[in-house]
Nanobody, 119 residues
Framework: EGQFVESGGGLVQAGGSLRLSCVASGFGFRDYAIGWFRQAPGKEREAVACISSIDGKTYYGDSVKGRFTISSDSASTLYLQMDSLKPEDMAIYHC?????????????WGQGTQVTVSS
């Protein structure tokens, strides 16, 4: 089973930006769809963004389209650029591997990084 280590979370004001990073190890980076999900206290997991292992296409959850951008360095690091942050974006963000983007059938994931957005 692979591993992820996320970083880059923090406190930001509404309207601000953050860039999350995720370093992957222990598996073939291109063997899975790789992406981010988030979970806020008392809420279910929400798929945020993903890069397909089949064709490299990117996919986004409806709530973040146009504000977040997922990218990778094609080696072992995944990024999530988050702009125009809203208080409802506040959650723990996890890097994860899944078979198909946004199906939320996660194989494994990291501990996460906390994103806090003040209004």
């Amino acid at each position: 089973e692979g591993q992820f280590v996320e970083s880059g979370g923090g406190l930001v004001q509404a309207g601000g930006s953050l860039r999350l990073s995720c370093v992957a190890s222990g598996f073939g980076f291109r063997d899975y769809a790789i992406g981010w999900f988030r979970q806020a206290p008392g809420k279910e997991r929400e798929a945020v963004a993903c890069i397909s292992s089949i064709d490299g296409k990117t996919y986004y959850g409806d709530s973040v389209k146009g504000r977040f951008t997922i990218s990778s360095d094609s080696a072992s690091t995944l990024y999530l650029q988050m702009d125009s942050l809203k208080p409802e974006d506040m959650a723990i963000y996890h890097c994860a591997a899944e078979t198909y983007c946004l199906y939320m059938n996660y194989e494994f994931w990291g501990q996460g990084t906390q994103v806090t957005v003040s209004s």
